[in-house]
């Protein structure tokens, strides 16, 4: 069975610091999607990889295949990136097993 | 910029009644998906559907759930008869090459 894991849980930051949220699985999979939850709950997809590095404005994200480990990083962080961040492992179907989220809080 | 919606937002319902959950997905994506997230916990995957059948279905998934899609635009997620515990965000989604896009979400209560 497929799990997936994320680290840390909570993460306050201070406006301008450099974030990473860590994500591991623990079988193959097709694709790593990270995704934003906004407190109203709508889901935003942020990247979908399935090798090395993708970055989109402020934001980056990796992969390690042999490692089944992937990275988010958030540089600058601003109050508006606060939401909850979310790793989600797609299989060979496509659907998507999600991991639990890590809370972002960015204060000003 | 196309994007996936859901109706109702919200929906409340009295134990034992069918709910009928519609989705309209991104009209040239050919796989869809729903998924449910109950208060404070993760989201999790429901069943998957493409070419109009379901390709792959999770336990939760049990013989009070069902999909369609009616008309070719309109995507449905029917609970026969709802419990306590199906209480929760329901989020359709449609995937292309590129990634899935989520719709807004139903929430559903049921009382």
């Known amino acids: 069975k497929n799990e997936v894991e994320q680290s840390p849980q909570n993460l306050t930051a201070q406006e301008g610091e450099f974030i990473t949220i860590n994500c591991s699985y623990s079988v193959g999979i097709s694709a790593l999607h990270w995704l934003q939850q906004h407190p109203g709950g709508g889901i935003v997809s942020l990247f979908m990889l399935s090798s090395g590095k993708k970055k989109h404005g402020r934001l980056i994200a990796t992969i390690n295949i042999q490692e089944k480990h992937s990275s988010l990083h958030i540089t600058a962080s601003h109050p508006r990136d606060s939401a909850v961040y979310i790793c989600a492992a797609a299989t060979g179907q496509g659907n998507l097993i999600f991991g639990k989220g890590t809370k972002l809080s960015v204060k000003p | 910029e196309p994007e996936v919606t859901q109706t109702p937002s919200h929906q409340v319902t009295q134990m034992g009644q069918e709910v009928i959950l519609r989705c309209v997905p991104i009209?040239?994506?050919?796989?869809f998906y729903w998924y449910r997230q109950i208060l404070g916990q993760k989201v999790e995957f429901l069943v998957s559907f493409y070419n109009n059948e379901i390709s792959e279905k999770s336990e939760i998934f049990d013989d009070q759930f069902s999909v369609e899609r009616p008309d070719g635009s309109n995507f449905t997620l029917k609970i026969r008869s709802t419990k306590l515990e199906d209480s929760a965000m329901y989020f359709c989604?449609?995937?292309?090459?590129?990634?899935?896009?989520f719709g807004p979400g139903t929430r559903l209560t049921v009382l």
């Open positions: 989604a449609s995937r292309e090459v590129w990634g899935q896009f």
């Open positions: 009209s040239n994506h050919l796989y």
